[in-house]
């Protein structure tokens, strides 16, 4: 038995490393497309290599390739409706433009073997016959009829190519601008398999590599392409450049690429976002204040830049403690906390934190029911804008000022508030502890209760989050919480249920509730737009699906009804 086929192999594919595996074993899953020729593989002692780089798979890369084409050439149906005619926002940096390039790619900075092409059965079939039917012609006019007919036979074999990648392409950018990443990723490798001449290809997979798979070096490499072959979108891919060193601590490497945005574009906000998230990293507190500002002043329109600025202010107090910082902090966080959209809760924390300090006084339990009764997944339900790093805005980076926050006051609400700090910093077993005394000392707070059963949710218990919403149900009917309103936590626990068992009009009554009680709620009026449309009643979805716009235009269930409505 050869060397060959008894190495075993490591497989790093969507950031996990899987293996050893066979040789045999790999090319099964790639038959299977549990795998793609992009995803990394790495002998024993050796480098991580793409697949499609290593000569041992040369043999299955190239039959896959030939099948992908044939599979496509008979054209296929997309899954998503092309029929999206209203602008729903700025989507400047989420536009794929087409490229015609058909230059190959050589990656790595080595020199890769383009794939070969072979003609069809019935191209070399109709070449015999010309041959056939010219065999008395001259010599030299017999050479140039049998060149024209190689050409003809590679030009429409790459042509068949372009088409297949297409597809893929437009697919991928229908999911990118709906906020599905991971299935843009996917689609994006299929698309680079087929034509890696495709420079807007490798900008999209490369942006999708750092910011979803966290496959830097892969991604970088992709990057750097556009730029080495000085093409189109190089703003764009110098942008991404720096995110894969921002995320490797790389700062300096990472700050001269986003300048490099800027020189070709001085209006480009993501930069300076991107640089300000650098200074903060390098708790240079003030320059981070200068270049977030710059971004909020020049326009941009994410939550997340004026999320950033807050917290920079902040920063900037607790070694500087004057009272300006803390007030430009709190301007800085308004509009984010009066539109129920992406940053809502984590802004409504910041903002109660800095009213606290300012006023010097303990939180009230009405201000952190307003920050709990909140739909913990609407920040997560919102499209982004992937050349924006947000490394910043997990809730890690919130928790020591959400534990001053709980400590400001003694009672159930501050250790509920402790305990759902803890729970979305990623300690369930401290964070679900605190729910369950919260729970214990007022079992008949449906807010507690709700916000216990979302803890059980997430840490994979469903059954026991089942037992401790029907609790919540079961508590005084029309029980009402400290400021006059009802729990919306509830509700948003139920539908999760509902959407489970695909009950549409369990969702419907439970949407009708919550926008009853919050008129604002963006998932209440995207859940209603969604139950009108499915039950025929295109006036009613329109309507509310208009209100919805005017709140968010990046919520990913607002998107997908769109395409629906449209």
């Known amino acids: 038995m050869s060397m060959d086929v008894q190495t075993k192999w490591l497989i790093r594919s969507s950031g996990v490393i899987k293996g050893p595996y066979l040789k045999i074993e790999i090319e099964e899953l790639l038959s299977s497309r549990e795998l793609v020729v992009i995803d990394e593989v790495c002998e024993p002692m050796g480098f991580w290599r793409p697949i499609r780089d290593k000569n041992e798979f040369a043999k299955i890369v190239e039959i896959l390739r030939i099948k992908t084409i044939e599979a496509h050439e008979g054209g296929a149906e997309f899954g998503l409706d092309d029929s999206m005619t209203m602008n729903l926002g700025d989507d400047e940096d989420l536009v794929v433009e087409e490229d015609t390039s058909t230059e190959y790619h050589k990656d790595f900075n080595e020199k890769v073997k383009a794939y070969g092409t072979k003609p069809s059965e019935e191209a070399i079939l109709g070449a015999k016959k010309s041959g056939l039917n010219l065999w008395r012609t001259l010599v030299l006019l017999l050479i140039l009829g049998g060149t024209g007919v190689f050409v003809k036979i590679n030009y429409l074999d790459k042509e068949k190519q372009i088409i297949s990648a297409e597809k893929y392409i437009e697919l991928a950018n229908r999911q990118l601008r709906l906020g599905l990443y991971n299935q843009a990723l996917g689609n994006y490798k299929e698309a680079y398999e087929i034509d890696q001449g495709n420079l807007s290809i490798h900008l999209y997979l490369g942006s999708l590599l750092i910011q979803v798979d966290q496959s830097y070096l892969l991604g970088r490499r992709l990057l750097k392409n556009i730029i080495t072959q000085h093409g189109p979108y190089i703003k764009l891919a110098e942008t991404g450049v ?318 997908k009804t769109a395409m629906e409505i449209q």
């Open 242 to 559: 720096g995110l894969s060193y921002l995320q490797e601590s790389e700062f300096k490497l990472a700050e001269k690429h986003f300048q490099n945005s800027l020189s070709i574009d001085r209006t480009y906000t993501p930069a300076y976002v991107n640089i300000g998230v650098i200074k903060l990293l390098e708790e240079k507190h003030r320059e981070a204040i200068e270049y977030l500002k710059a971004a909020v002043e020049d326009g941009e329109k994410d939550a997340a830049a004026r999320l950033l600025l807050s917290m920079a202010y902040l920063k900037k107090w607790e070694v500087d403690p004057q009272l300006f910082y803390l007030v430009e902090a709190q301007k800085s966080i308004l509009k984010n906390t009066e539109i129920h959209a992406a940053y809502y809760q984590e802004s409504l924390l910041i903002q109660t934190y800095i009213e606290s300090i300012l006023g010097d006084r303990d939180v009230k339990n009405l201000e952190l029911e307003k920050i709990l009764n909140v739909n913990p997944d609407l920040t997560l339900a919102h499209r982004k804008n992937i050349f924006i790093d947000r490394s910043l805005l997990d809730w890690e980076a919130f928790y020591d000022w959400c534990k001053t926050l709980s400590q400001r006051g003694r009672g159930n609400y501050h250790r509920a508030l402790l305990g759902y700090c803890e729970l979305r910093s990623g300690d369930f077993r401290k964070g679900l502890s605190q729910l369950e005394r919260s729970t214990l000392k007022d079992p008949n707070n449906p807010l507690f209760l709700a916000l216990y059963s979302y803890g059980l949710y997430k840490s994979g218990r469903q059954s026991e989050a089942k037992v401790a919403l029907s609790r919540a149900e079961k508590t005084e009917d029309g029980k009402k919480l400290e400021n006059n309103s009802f729990s919306n936590l509830k509700y948003i626990m139920k539908l999760k249920f509902c959407e489970s068992q695909k009950n549409t009009d369990c969702m419907q009554a439970n949407w009708a509730t919550i926008y009853k009680n919050d008129q604002q709620s963006l998932e209440a009026i995207t859940g209603l737009a969604q139950s009108y449309l499915k039950s025929g009643d295109r006036n009613q979805a329109f309507m509310y699906y208009k209100k919805a716009l005017k709140i968010s235009k990046d919520y990913m269930p607002l998107l």
